[in-house]
């Protein structure tokens, strides 16, 4: 495939094994356009919407009205990735036609190209229902942040020989469900290697070390543009908060001072009609 053709769900499933695949998070169409242009795979309109983009404190706090008008926004600076959509909490847990009708509203209304949903065994009926309806699903085991009242924080999970059974059962069953791609958050990295070797779909790592098919992380983690808190498994390759908030305090300094706006940021006006309407030109125009 080249840089320059669209990524689709079929050339993600293919890259099993092969080139190591890439996903960045964006909620908005500057980002996503940036993202873009970075050549990045996939575009996860992730539900850290709620966190990093909303300030709230964990990522429940964020529904599926918000999450089909985001991806809209992030489908309109995509050209060439795959944009995925998470399926947020509330919108699945209750029965197969909420997950399937919301589902079919981020494609069709937000025109994403997959959905993201979390969790194993206990949404499976509910990933096979989704599928069945041609919407392809990317699943996500491991730390599923949905799950934090249950887990009882944003903990690494398959930690025990059960736990990392129960992990690597799970992956063979969202791919027997149907998952065209599978996310492992916070979970050791032997463990996401026996994953990554037990399935044959990519596997897309995120702090679950270096075996995985591919790597995702949330954008304002990698720029450098959320400092609430960072995950041992964040790198961070910019510091633009920072750089932001510079340029945003020689703007203020600036206006303070006056030197902002200065004359080729403001629009002047023929003499003559000036005079016609009684107006004065500004000093030195
Ligand atoms: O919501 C999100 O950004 C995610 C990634 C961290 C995988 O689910």
Not at 45 to 62: N, P, W
Not at 119 to 137: S, T
Not at 219 to 243: I, M, N, S
């Amino acid at each position: 495939m080249t840089k320059t053709e669209s990524v689709t769900v079929p050339s993600v499933a293919a890259r099993k094994g092969g080139e190591r695949l890439t996903m960045l998070t964006a909620y908005d169409y500057a980002l996503a356009r940036l993202a873009d242009a970075a050549g990045v795979d996939m575009v996860l309109v992730g539900d850290s919407l709620a966190m990093v983009g909303l300030g709230q404190r964990d990522t429940l706090a964020v529904g599926l009205d918000a999450m089909v008008h985001h991806t809209r926004a992030v489908s309109r600076g995509v050209e060439r990735a795959l944009v995925v959509a998470d399926m947020p909490f509330g919108s699945y847990q209750a029965c197969d036609a909420d997950a399937v009708r919301g589902a079919a509203r981020l494609l069709a209304e937000g025109r994403a190209g997959a959905v993201k949903v979390e969790g194993g065994e206990r949404v499976l009926g509910r990933i096979e229902a989704i599928v069945r309806a041609d919407i392809p699903v990317m699943g996500h085991i491991g730390l599923t942040p949905q799950s934090v009242a249950r887990m009882g924080g944003f903990k690494v999970q398959g930690r025990t020989a059960w736990a990392a059974r129960a992990l690597l059962d799970d992956a063979r069953r969202l791919e027997d469900a149907g998952c065209f791609a599978l996310v492992l958050e916070a979970v050791p990295a032997p463990v996401a290697r026996a994953a990554t070797a037990a399935v044959g779909i990519p596997t897309i790592g995120i702090g679950a070390g270096p075996h995985c098919d591919g790597q995702v992380l949330v954008t304002h983690d990698v720029l450098g543009l959320f400092d609430r808190f960072a995950p041992r498994f964040v790198k961070r390759y910019a510091e633009l908060g920072q750089a932001a908030t510079q340029a945003m305090a020689a703007f203020c300094a600036e206006v303070r001072s006056g030197a902002f706006p200065g004359p080729e940021h403001s629009f002047t006006m023929d003499a003559a009609e000036l005079r016609a309407a009684g107006l004065e030109m500004p000093d030195g125009e």
